[in-house]
């Protein structure tokens, strides 16, 4: 079947995939769900997260898990849809989650939700938006690696016309000496290899654009990233 599709390397991904309990109906069924052009690095991306024996252990074999990745993946891309749209904050947020779940579940990282559901929608590029839920998110997983009882905390609230995201963690903190220079592009406190400097560059780079501010608060046991958005985008912004 992936022959078929003119997948290079198929023979690489099959181990995968049969290993996950797929067949070719729900792999017909994940190729109706997506643009033809997109179906190669969708492939990809189901593969490398399959590949993680914490998520093969706890993933439900069949269509629908296959359509819960696809949409999470279309949800997160704004596939099919213009570059600025009104959004539901939530949704990202969520998308965002289950782009991630692999790394939560394997961190056994607790989940602490406290969203305000009567906030306005945002007009936004979703896309960009999502890259830093990511990028935040991503981080307080790194923040919380080999604690006892690691929790996540996402909070949303309305405050006159802007929107407020916090992403908070119950790790180590950052420390003093550093907090300055967090959003300094290349400059990582990762290993050498695993981190490049650029994540907290850009998400500073995208809310900006977006007319909004970045600002955090950090102590041991309690680092809190707020991000503040405008609910009306202004017209043609810029990044800088």
Same mark, same amino acid.
């Given at each position: 079947w992936l022959?078929?599709?003119d997948?290079?390397?198929?023979?690489?991904?099959?181990?995968?995939l049969?290993s996950a309990?797929?067949?070719?109906?729900?792999?017909?069924?994940?190729?109706?769900?997506?643009?033809?052009a997109?179906?190669l690095?969708?492939?990809?991306? %189901?593969?490398?997260?399959?590949s /993680?024996r914490? @998520? !093969?252990?706890?993933?439900?074999?069949?269509v629908?898990? $296959?359509?819960?990745?696809?949409?999470?993946?279309?949800?997160?891309?704004?596939?099919?849809q213009?570059?600025?749209?009104?959004?539901?904050?939530h949704?990202?947020l969520?998308s965002?989650?289950?782009i991630?779940?692999?790394?939560?579940?394997?961190?056994?990282?607790?989940?602490?939700r406290?969203y305000d559901?009567?906030?306005?929608?945002i007009?936004a590029?979703?896309?960009?938006l999502?890259q830093?839920?990511t990028?935040l998110?991503?981080?307080?997983?790194d923040a919380?690696?080999?604690?006892?009882?690691p929790l996540?905390q %996402?909070?949303?609230y309305?405050? /006159?016309?802007? @929107? !407020?995201?916090?992403v908070?963690d119950?790790?180590?903190g $950052?420390?003093?000496e550093?907090?300055?220079r967090?959003?300094?592009?290349?400059?990582t406190t990762?290993?050498v290899?695993?981190?490049?400097?650029?994540?907290?560059?850009?998400t500073?780079?995208?809310?900006?654009?977006?007319?909004?501010?970045?600002?955090f608060?950090?102590a041991?046991?309690?680092?809190?990233f707020?991000?503040r958005?405008?609910?009306?985008?202004?017209?043609s912004?810029k990044?800088?």
């Amino acid at each position: 079947w992936l022959e078929g599709q003119d997948i290079p390397d198929a023979w690489k991904l099959v181990p995968v995939l049969v290993s996950a309990g797929l067949d070719v109906d729900a792999l017909n069924h994940l190729a109706a769900q997506v643009p033809p052009a997109s179906l190669l690095p969708v492939l990809h991306w %189901l593969t490398s997260a399959l590949s /993680g024996r914490d @998520l !093969l252990q706890s993933i439900q074999t069949g269509v629908n898990r $296959i359509a819960e990745l696809v949409t999470a993946i279309k949800d997160y891309s704004f596939m099919d849809q213009a570059p600025i749209q009104t959004l539901d904050i939530h949704q990202g947020l969520e998308s965002t989650l289950t782009i991630l779940s692999h790394r939560l579940k394997q961190g056994e990282i607790t989940i602490q939700r406290d969203y305000d559901r009567s906030v306005l929608p945002i007009q936004a590029y979703g896309s960009e938006l999502n890259q830093v839920w990511t990028y935040l998110i991503d981080n307080a997983i790194d923040a919380l690696r080999d604690h006892p009882a690691p929790l996540l905390q %996402l909070r949303t609230y309305q405050e /006159g016309n802007h @929107l !407020l995201v916090e992403v908070a963690d119950n790790g180590p903190g $950052i420390p003093t000496e550093i907090q300055p220079r967090i959003f300094e592009a290349f400059f990582t406190t990762k290993e050498v290899g695993k981190g490049t400097g650029l994540g907290l560059d850009m998400t500073y780079r995208i809310v900006r654009k977006h007319s909004g501010d970045i600002y955090f608060d950090s102590a041991p046991g309690n680092t809190r990233f707020h991000v503040r958005l405008p609910t009306l985008l202004p017209s043609s912004p810029k990044i800088s």
